[in-house]
């Protein structure tokens, strides 16, 4: 029995796919300088100013929801024409079909019996209430550098949506990727636990805008390339990547967001990018299509004007990587 075992532990191990295993690991990059929360500041009075003039501390649900806007909950967790956040999107893999599940806050389908303690460990950790692995279509490894308090207040919002009593669609995933035991070796070979910390080096508006990008957005999952074992090729941070074992999600070509001027984004300004994640626009005229469509309408677009120019920021950071995406043949 330990002879059939083992090999099937390493092939799963070798063979998992980046579609159906996204891992993330620390970047080279700047890591966030986020507030308590990740909702925008909202100033502070002047001492000398009356009371009543004082503006509004935005509550935790407040804050929770711009969490969720940014981090981009509802395009996963929604199915098309779906309740909303009752699960049950199709994530199409080299292995199989993975079903989002329900978040909201039924207590028989949805996560309405998980404490603050277990939502949070799910974010961080990639484990359930009952222990169970969860497989990291759900971007954990990049949601595990979320700060604590915006986790808290994510959990706050979420508390507040209509439950929905759907219950969760089985994955259809091929063995030996089905036993979530692999993810236990999986995740102390490759999880990284956050939370992020600033990089002294960079401004705050930098280090505002790796923690979007890095943490909440979790925009690596699909523009960083990654290696036979799945985890994030770290050379190639953000250098974009195609169908294929080391493809994006779902198929197709997600490009290259570095600043290298040939293949990336190297020719765009920040206003450029502030204006692509604002409108889906890019400075061709063109618009973004795809998935990215719905990171747009249903996040960076909800975002603040400060927050946008954080991502650009950032964006323009990154060391540029001159990296020409194609299609893998066949695809």
């Known amino acids: 029995m330990r002879r059939l075992v083992l090999p ?10 980046p579609d159906a295993a996204p891992l993330a690991a620390s970047p080279a990059a700047p890591a966030s300088s986020a507030p308590t929360s990740s909702a925008p500041p909202s100033g502070t009075a002047a001492s000398s100013a009356p009371a009543a003039s004082a503006p509004a501390v935005p509550s935790a649900v407040e804050r929770g929801h711009y969490v969720f806007l940014a981090a981009g909950c509802t395009d996963c967790h929604t199915r098309k024409g779906g309740p909303f956040l009752a699960g049950g999107r199709a994530l199409r893999t080299e292995f199989g079909t993975y079903y989002t599940p329900n978040i909201t806050p039924d207590p028989t389908d949805g996560i309405g019996k998980w404490s603050e303690r277990d939502f949070m460990r799910a974010l961080r950790d990639g484990i359930g209430p009952d222990g169970t692995h969860y ?6 490894p990049s949601f595990t550098f979320m700060t604590d308090a915006d986790m808290r207040d994510l959990y706050a919002y979420l508390r507040t949506v209509p ?3 759907e219950p969760d669609r089985p994955h259809e995933i091929a063995f030996p ?3 979530r035991p692999l993810m236990l ?12 910390e600033p990089d002294p080096r960079a401004s705050a508006q930098v280090n505002r805008g790796a923690y979007l990008v890095i943490a909440l957005g979790h925009c690596a999952e699909c523009h ?16 974009g990547t195609a169908r294929g074992p080391e493809g994006g999600p779902e198929g197709g070509i997600v490009p290259n967001i570095t600043p290298d001027p ?4 190297g020719k765009w300004s920040v206003k450029d990018i502030e204006y692509l994640l604002d409108t889906g626009m890019k400075p061709d005229g063109d618009d973004v299509g795809d998935g990215m469509a719905d990171v747009v309408d249903l996040g ?3 975002l603040t004007a400060s927050d946008r120019a954080a991502i650009a920021a950032y964006l323009k950071s990154v060391p540029p990587i001159r990296h020409t995406v194609r299609k893998a043949a066949g695809g």
Do not use: E
């Open 177 to 179: 990727f089905n036993l």
């Open 262 to 265: 040939a293949t990336g984004i």
């Open 8 to 17: 099937i532990l390493a092939v799963a191990l070798l063979l998992l796919a």
């Open 185 to 196: 070796i999986w995740n102390r070979l490759f999880l990284k636990h956050g939370p992020f």
């Open 224 to 239: 960083t390339p990654r290696n036979r074992l799945g985890n994030l090729d770290l050379d190639d941070w953000l250098a």
């Open 300 to 302: 960076t677009s909800k």
């Open 135 to 140: 497989f990291p279509v759900f971007p954990y």
């Open 163 to 165: 439950p929905v009593a």
